[in-house]
């Protein structure tokens, strides 16, 4: 059998043991997490240091062989898939570089580092990171930054590309860009950082960030609410944003997907009743400006407060010593909105763990389904409300017979839409399909994203374009800025090698 020549270059290049081409263990890197889209490659090469993914990258772009450039794989778009053949670029080599700069409270982070250890790294120095997400075990750092992930704090600390000072980059050709000081103050040229940042792969390929880290928590408290609709806990999550300096979290769920998720999970009733819809919503202290102490039921009718953070009972003993804890804070803020009913609230580490659950677990209790569709998307809070509304009765008047999971943060105005029971859930992930599902789910897709459009909303907002959406672009992007993003991709990548089949529409 004729050696290929190009992963005979590669092997010369990065080593035999860097070009992977055993089937059973290429399998592992050609589909994504949700097991929707399902691609092929002739190998995976995995570099350990930027030198190594440039002389990948230059020796690609020499044969004219695209890549995909790919992280932890948790993405749910197709973005790091091969779904045309193209050789796989794993960066979860590059792994070795984690530093923190306590004194200017940065971090240097390689693209392979999980995000859970750079939290871990930034906690250790009393500090932490501003992103966080529920995949944070599996998701990595240089993968975050190729979607600007958004994640849980995101109405707290901002998406990542506000936490990005510096980049270090493998263009199209094989060439480095890398600027790493973390200067707070740097008006010496384009911002790259912000350029690659969602670029998923196309322009360049990140191989370490500097970041900006923020001070740790010393406290939270974490609430649930039941609301009579969902305009009313829009409302509520409008009302805490704009007058609660200290809120961190805003999600919405229903009643659907949280009673899926106490089944699902084995999980005890968080709340005494049954609510159409449910906001979880979590305060930060990272200044001390809250006092330890007692905690306080805020004068809210029904409330429950304790330790376990769901189902608890009874108000926790302690003396206030002149300041409201935090979990005060959150009581008398919550006592303050209209139409609650039935709150839940905790103030210690285990009982807001127990609560944040209910919204963490939503994913995977969907997912006992089979593989749902899947749609990050935002829209205008005045809207919002007719949306989560309409949705479901949208996805039902074309395929009756499959179920619509919403969840999201609601402070942004973003909404997960997750439908099940159409062909590509019933097909699970055993039919993960490249092309991202039939008929049936494109006519979902369409009526979904069209949906977004007319409201004057976004149709990706955490997980990218990817292969998923690339042909739904237009609707938020005009001819021109797509013309824009084109000129872009061709002075940086000018063979057209990274990542060529994912974000820009297919060329008429």
């Not at 600027?179 to 040229?189: I, K, V």
């Not at 330790?307 to 959150?330: F, M, N, P, Y």
Request: some cysteine; hydrophobic content about 40%.
């Amino acid at each position: 059998m004729a050696r290929d020549p190009v992963l005979e270059t590669l092997r010369d290049a990065i080593g035999d043991t860097r070009v992977l081409t055993d089937p059973d263990i290429v399998a592992g890197y050609v589909g994504d997490w949700t097991g929707r889209f399902v691609g092929r490659t002739a190998a995976v090469v995995r570099p350990v240091s930027t030198a190594g993914v440039a002389a990948v990258v230059e020796i690609c772009a020499r044969y004219g062989t695209p890549l995909v450039p790919q992280g932890g794989n948790t993405g749910l778009v197709g973005g790091g898939v091969p779904t045309r053949g193209e050789i796989v670029l794993s960066l979860r080599g590059l792994s070795d570089t984690l530093s923190v700069d306590t004194a200017a409270a940065q971090a240097t982070v390689g693209a392979g580092v999980l995000v859970s250890s750079l939290h871990r790294a930034a906690s250790a120095a009393g500090l932490a990171y501003g992103v966080d997400l529920a995949s944070r075990d599996s998701a990595t750092v240089g993968g975050t930054v190729a979607t600007n992930a958004g994640g849980l704090r995101v109405l707290r600390h901002g998406d990542t590309r506000t936490q990005l000072l510096g980049v270090e980059a493998v263009l199209g050709d094989g060439s480095v860009v890398s600027h790493l000081a973390g200067l707070p103050r740097d008006n010496t040229g384009y911002h790259l950082p912000s350029l690659l940042a969602g670029s998923e792969g196309t322009l360049g390929v990140v191989t370490a960030v500097r970041v900006r880290l923020v001070p740790a928590t010393r406290a939270r408290a974490v609430g649930l609410l039941g609301f009579a609709s969902v305009e009313r806990a829009v409302t509520a999550a409008s009302q805490l944003r704009n007058g609660l300096p200290a809120l961190a979290a805003a999600e919405l769920m229903l009643s659907p997907g949280l009673e899926l998720v106490i089944h699902a999970c084995h999980l005890s009733r968080p709340l005494r009743g049954q609510h159409p819809a449910y906001l979880l919503v979590e305060i930060a202290d990272e200044t001390g400006v809250y006092a330890g102490g007692g905690v306080t039921a805020g004068g809210i009718p029904g409330s429950t407060v304790g330790d376990a953070g769901a189902g608890s009972v009874g108000i926790g003993g302690g003396s206030l010593v002149g300041r409201a804890t935090v979990l005060e804070t959150l009581a008398d803020a919550v006592a303050s909105l209209p139409g609650v009913q039935d709150p839940s609230l905790a103030g210690d580490a285990r009982g807001c763990r127990a609560l944040w659950a209910y919204r963490e677990r939503h994913t995977e209790s969907i997912n006992t389904f089979g593989t749902p569709i899947k749609m990050d998307v935002t829209l205008p809070l005045d809207v919002l409300p007719s949306f989560v509304e309409t949705v479901p009765a949208t996805v039902a008047g074309i395929a009756p017979e499959a179920r619509t999971w919403l969840f999201g943060h609601v402070a942004e105005g973003n909404v997960h839409v997750n439908v099940t029971g159409t062909g590509t859930g019933s097909g699970g992930r055993s039919r993960g399909r490249s092309t991202g599902g039939d008929a049936e789910d494109r006519r979902i897709e369409d009526a979904v994203f069209g949906l977004v459009a007319d409201n004057g909303g976004s149709i990706s907002t955490e997980h990218g374009i990817g292969t998923a959406k690339r042909r739904w672009l237009p609707l938020n992007r005009s001819p021109s800025e797509i013309a824009a993003f084109r000129r872009l991709k061709q002075a940086l990548d000018p063979a057209g090698i990274l990542n060529p089949n994912v974000l820009l529409p297919e060329a008429p």
